[in-house]
């Protein structure tokens, strides 16, 4: 673990940040959000039978940053509340709805700031 538990913006304890290796991440995911784990191991089988076929590391990179900014999210209140803000307003208004542009925007911020924070 390369960060040090700590409390976030909202006081919550937050988990420390994972190493960014597959075994670290996948451990973190299955104390943060067990659910997702399927997910998260589909993505990764995909990951490494996509960069046998074109012989290149590309796609196991793309996945580890992937999931550690998706665990970053999950082990952050703040990101989290933001996203599932984001994403409940891009599922309940218009594409036409100035407030679904500004959520899209706002996703998107979300999943950049947690890929740099998670390196």
């Given at each position: 673990m390369s960060e040090p538990?700590?409390?976030?913006?909202?006081?919550?304890?937050?988990?420390?940040?994972?190493?960014?290796s597959p075994d670290a991440?996948?451990?973190?995911?299955?104390?943060?959000a067990p659910h997702r784990l399927p997910e998260m191991e589909q993505q990764k089988n995909e990951a490494f039978e996509l960069a046998a076929k074109s012989e290149s590391l590309g796609p196991?990179?793309?996945?580890l940053t992937v999931w550690a900014g998706e665990i970053e999210i999950e082990r952050r209140p703040d990101l989290l509340s933001r996203r599932r803000a984001a994403e409940h307003s891009l599922q309940t208004l218009d594409h036409d709805?100035?407030?679904?542009?500004a959520a899209r925007d706002e996703l998107v911020a979300v999943l950049r700031e947690a890929r740099e924070a998670a390196g």
């Amino acid at each position: 673990m390369s960060e040090p538990a700590g409390y976030g913006a909202e006081g919550a304890a937050r988990a420390p940040r994972p190493d960014r290796s597959p075994d670290a991440l996948r451990l973190a995911l299955a104390r943060l959000a067990p659910h997702r784990l399927p997910e998260m191991e589909q993505q990764k089988n995909e990951a490494f039978e996509l960069a046998a076929k074109s012989e290149s590391l590309g796609p196991i990179r793309g996945w580890l940053t992937v999931w550690a900014g998706e665990i970053e999210i999950e082990r952050r209140p703040d990101l989290l509340s933001r996203r599932r803000a984001a994403e409940h307003s891009l599922q309940t208004l218009d594409h036409d709805d100035p407030g679904w542009s500004a959520a899209r925007d706002e996703l998107v911020a979300v999943l950049r700031e947690a890929r740099e924070a998670a390196g």
